[in-house]
């Protein structure tokens, strides 16, 4: 495959203050009645939408609820349910944790309380709802969103449904494509010379082409802030990145590609882990530096207990391709241990990246030039990355 054919890619309201707490009505004198916004008023937080209850209990109800329609601009109902104008959602059961269900609800096809049950391929309609959902909380000037933190574990459980596409962090797509949807089939080049949206097409799996890197950056910068939305995510991209190398070929080529175009696509593709590991890590950092978190040893110490484990690819080639929805539902291959010590190795993600690909490496004999010539890249990327911060 080419190279060409595997680059993917509240307003605040003025506060009218009364002296003395005190004030006088002049209705007899004819005056116009002065309406004052008091400050518990004006800064409350609001609870999601009624709807939300009976959304979050019914995935597909859910999905055609929050479909934004085929190009993903009608996203009215997302914003009402998340509350993106006006005073936020509350950090609450009634506020961030019912909006959130509702939208893992829509984009995973799962209810918040089957998310451990087995995945299966996405429709095109929650793959839109999954496009807009970022397109929407990435919006805006600012390098930082600002949705409730609390918000963000069930933003990151539709990111990890989705873990495929989040590209480097989002795709490049073919210049022709504008849809926010893709399948499989759809994202072949037409001389079959690769495939824009997977490196392994399943067929007919359908895709969410995210917007542009800057906004899925934010996005995933803010959840990084969340111990349990960093856990998921970075769960998610560690076992992509293993089940991506135990489907390469014994010289580390993906299978298909012709010898005289290299490692390109390999490079392609283990720099993308790199570079969404790194992001998680910045985000840490942003976290710590606007005090969204207070204490990075309670927060990394968080991020341990919510992890699932380490992951290690296959010592075999694997040659099944399972949906890409089920990446982040792949069982890891040991307990991250427990500790401070446990804690520092997983929250170094140079150290996780290396462990699974040297491993890798070994196991399956690959070239010794091969294999140093794809650390550099790893590694090269990686510490670009971080210097974003």
Not at 163 to 188: C, K, M, N
Not at 354 to 364: L, N, Q, S
């Amino acid at each position: 495959m080419p190279l060409l054919g595997r680059i993917r890619g509240a307003s605040r309201r003025t506060l009218l203050v009364v002296g003395g707490g005190v004030l006088v009505l002049a209705l007899a004198a004819g005056l116009v009645p002065l309406l004052v916004q008091g400050d518990a008023e004006a800064s409350a937080c609001r609870a999601a939408p009624a709807s939300a209850r009976a959304l979050a209990r019914d995935p597909q109800r859910a999905a055609a609820a929050l479909d934004p329609g085929a190009d993903a601009r009608t996203t009215g109902p997302l914003e009402r349910l998340l509350r993106t104008k006006g005073a936020p959602l509350c950090g609450s059961a009634a506020g961030t944790a019912l909006a959130g269900r509702a939208v893992v609800a829509a984009t995973t096809g799962r209810t918040w309380e089957q998310r451990d049950a087995p995945a299966r391929a996405h429709t095109e309609r929650e793959a839109r709802i999954a496009h807009a959902l970022i397109e929407l909380l990435g919006h805006g000037r600012t390098y930082e969103p600002d949705f409730p933190l609390a918000l963000s574990p069930y933003v990151a459980r539709t990111l990890a449904a989705y873990i495929e596409d989040t590209g480097g962090l989002a795709h490049v797509p073919d210049s022709d494509w504008y849809r926010p949807t893709v399948r499989d089939d759809q994202a072949e080049y037409e001389d079959h010379s690769g495939n824009w949206a997977t490196p392994y097409p399943h067929g007919r799996d359908m895709h969410a082409v995210f917007p542009d890197t800057l906004r899925m950056e934010k996005v995933v910068r803010r959840l990084a802030a969340s111990p349990r939305a960093f856990a998921t995510l970075y769960d998610a991209e560690r076992a992509r990145f293993a089940y991506y190398l135990e489907r390469l070929t014994g010289d580390a080529q993906e299978p298909g590609e012709k010898a005289k175009n290299g490692l390109m696509s390999t490079e392609i593709e283990l720099e993308r882990s790199a570079n969404f590991i790194a992001t998680l890590m910045v985000g840490r950092n942003v976290g710590l530096k606007e005090g969204w978190i207070s204490s990075r040893a309670a927060f990394e110490r968080a991020v341990l207990r919510h992890t699932r484990g380490i992951y290690a690819a296959a010592g075999h080639q694997v040659r099944t391709r399972p949906a890409s929805a089920t990446l982040a539902d792949r069982r890891p291959d040991a307990s991250a241990g427990s500790g401070k010590r446990a804690a520092a190795r997983l929250m170094d993600g140079r150290v996780q990246l290396f462990a699974t690909f040297d491993r890798w490496a070994r196991e399956r004999h690959i070239p010794e030039g091969s294999a140093e010539r794809l650390r550099v890249e790893i590694d090269s990327r990686y510490v670009l990355a971080l210097t974003q911060f």
